[in-house]
């Protein structure tokens, strides 16, 4: 099934401080030519530009998290990420974006991640062109009944490329030329399939869905009490056998996983996700046939 996405929205700087995309959105900015294709227009946008200035993730509060569509339509909600919000929706909107593609890197050892705003088949296919073309690709995918709220969930068909690990306010060439490599590849791929010559796909896809979100062992005073053990540092998508360990409490004993199955973390220790109350999110890892792939 071929879907007409004729306008593409590339954005970087949702978060200020992850400046891989907003480096990469100026880049194009300045050579606007190198992201067009045959049938397809990409419009540049960087998102949060006071936070980018600051260097900072946010002003008043998360941009990525201010979406949801009944924010979007509150008048009493304006702060600055909140009005922000609701111009970058009013954007997207006028301008008839089909696809969004949400630049973003983390402190967390994510490798090259596709984020999904959804379930739909043409993102699934397009996630298993580029598992193919390169096999350090990951997949993730949020529970599909979670309220949208990010800026990928603007469009009908959106994803996030986060990228890591990688300090904030920090330029690494690697990981800035292999997000700009799934950029290109993404935009050819769209470009083949407005041509009818759909790139050639495995047909299946192995993903990431996340299951349950997981905070730091905390006193009674909300005082966080461990650390990610050393064991699981760095180990994202790697298999969490029960019984591993998952903590270290400050004075050096071990808190063990005590679930009674195997899950893959996901986002362990993201510097951002301390005010957030998260410590890694557990995810399942799936795997989906032609059959889905093609419905």
Not at 119 to 144: C, F, G, M
Not at 211 to 223: F, H, I, L
């Amino acid at each position: 099934m071929v879907i007409p996405i004729e306008r593409v929205a590339l954005v970087g700087g949702t978060h200020g401080g992850e400046i891989t995309g907003v480096f990469l959105a100026k880049k194009f900015q300045r050579f606007p030519l190198q992201i067009q294709r045959n049938g397809v227009e990409t419009v540049t946008l960087l998102a949060n530009k006071k936070a980018i200035a600051m260097g900072r993730r946010y002003i008043d509060t998360d941009l990525n998290r201010a979406f949801n569509p009944q924010d979007l339509e509150n008048p009493l909600l304006m702060n600055y990420e909140q009005s922000t919000a609701k111009s970058i929706a009013q954007r997207i909107q006028q301008e008839k974006i089909d696809l969004i593609i949400d630049l973003h890197s983390t402190t967390a050892n994510m490798g090259l991640t596709i984020i999904l705003s959804s379930n739909h088949p043409y993102l699934l296919r397009l996630s298993a062109y580029l598992t193919e073309i390169n096999p350090k690709v990951k997949v993730l995918q949020y529970a599909p009944n979670q309220k949208p709220c990010h800026l990928r969930s603007l469009a009908e068909l959106g994803i996030a490329i986060e990228v890591g690990a990688i300090a904030n306010g920090l330029l690494d060439a690697k990981l800035f030329q292999e997000t700009e490599d799934l950029i290109h590849a993404t935009l050819d791929y769209l470009e083949a399939d407005r041509k009818g010559q759909s790139l050639a796909a495995p047909g299946n896809l192995t993903f990431y869905r996340v299951s349950e979100k997981v905070d730091y062992p905390r006193n009674q005073d909300g005082e966080i009490e461990a650390m990610i053990h050393p064991q699981l540092q760095f180990q994202d998508y790697k298999p969490l056998h029960p019984g591993n360990p998952i903590f270290i409490s400050f004075d050096g004993k071990d808190i063990f996983y005590e679930g009674d199955k195997t899950v893959y973390p996901v986002f362990i220790n993201e510097v951002a996700y301390y005010e957030k109350g998260i410590a890694m999110y557990f995810t399942q890892k799936e795997r989906i046939g032609n059959r889905s792939l093609n419905s």
